[in-house]
């Protein structure tokens, strides 16, 4: 029986999925530097979308999120691509009538605070005026929002991957696993086939979501600054 914590995924050869994953179907966490909560306010405009104003600290913040999970260079404009996705997707939740509550996003804030060992009360001590905390629970909102409209998406479209497809995957890319039991032998197939077919379903979610951005892409009006 393989010790799973010594099989992992070669984490610079696959990235498992791109930015809409990871503020999209994972969720965020929002690691606050309390020293520089200002940093959090909105700054120049990169893009327009729709009307809608992308700016450079959302910019900031999402290539920092990509660095900590690649350890490696960004490509800007395609971060900046994804950001833009984000928006169509925060615009076509709303066209759906999804919403979400100031509770709800409360509720989730206070979850990721308390993992920092902080309240909300604590927050809003650190915060200069109540416009700043509103403007973070609005990106809450947002946030829960997209989950709930990613679930109705792959409700109406189901995910499924194979056990051929998975076998397949593995077999075509052996170099992409440090598979390693604690015993230094190599670990098998079926030691690793459940990371597999996540990894497969994501890459499918991914391209759920990637067609319907580019369908929204083709009706929206977007202006890069």
């Not at 959090?40 to 979308?49: D, E, H, N, Q, R």
């Not at 593995?170 to 598979?179: A, E, G, R, S």
């Not at 319907?212 to 977007?222: A, G, P, T, Y």
Request: without cysteine; neutral net charge; proline residues 1%.
């Amino acid at each position: 029986m393989v010790n799973r914590d010594y099989v992992t995924l070669n984490k610079k050869q696959i990235i498992i999925g791109v930015i809409i994953l990871a503020l999209v179907i994972i969720g965020v966490i929002v690691y606050f530097n309390w020293n520089n909560i200002k940093d959090l306010l909105p700054s120049k405009t990169i893009a327009m979308v729709n009307g809608a104003k992308i700016d450079q600290k959302k910019l900031d913040q999402a290539i920092s999120s990509v660095q900590s999970q690649t350890q490696g260079a960004v490509n800007q404009t395609q971060v900046i691509d994804q950001l833009i996705a984000r928006e169509l997707l925060i615009q076509e939740a709303g066209k759906r009538g999804i919403t979400t509550s100031a509770e709800e996003a409360e509720t989730l804030l206070s979850q990721h605070l308390s993992q920092q060992g902080a309240t909300i009360d604590d927050l809003k001590a650190k915060l200069a005026k109540k416009s700043d905390y509103d403007f973070i629970i609005k990106g809450y909102e947002e946030q829960i929002s997209l989950g709930k409209l990613t679930e109705q998406i792959f409700q109406d479209q189901e995910i499924i991957v194979s056990d051929q497809e998975t076998r397949e995957f593995f077999d075509k890319n052996p170099k992409l696993f440090n598979l390693v039991q604690s015993n230094g032998k190599n670990a098998t197939y079926n030691d690793v086939k459940d990371q597999i077919k996540v990894l497969l379903e994501q890459q499918k979610q991914n391209k759920v979501v990637g067609e319907l951005v580019s369908s929204l892409k083709n009706q929206s009006e977007i202006v890069y600054y």
